[in-house]
């Protein structure tokens, strides 16, 4: 007897993983336009975010390498302005720049709420399509 409530239990805990691909219980294997959104706001946005992050990370990876190749020279002059530099990065202060630290701040915080608020959407709309698949009896 336990042995049929087990079986029958755990496949459904673990039915939401199959999708993931973790335990292979799914009836077909998932294509990749499976993963793709529904919406083709959604699929602008999520890709136009993939591939804007990609290009900024390598932009900015080979500026940062560029600096450091530059800066790594040792030539007199090279090593006067490492020094400079050093000296302007100790001697910063945050006063003189309070006020775009304050609008970065509350940028964020705007970001953080409309993130928190498309969590909310999708959730009610996945609630949703659950109810009108399994309706109340």
Known sequence: MEEKVLGSFFPAILQ????????PLAQTTPSIWDYLPDDPFDFFRWWLGTIVTIYAS???L??????????????????LLRRYIIVQGLRLRVRSFWGDVIVCG????????LWQAHRIIYDLG??????RRHPHQ
């Open 106 to 113: 509350l940028l964020s915080v705007a970001f953080l709420m």
């Open 16 to 23: 939401p993983l199959s999708s993931i691909l973790v335990f």
């Open 126 to 131: 996945n609630t949703l399509e659950y109810v």
């Open 58 to 60: 390598v932009i900015t």
């Open 62 to 79: 080979q500026s940062l390498w560029g600096w450091y190749t530059w800066l790594a020279g040792s030539d007199r002059y090279i090593s």
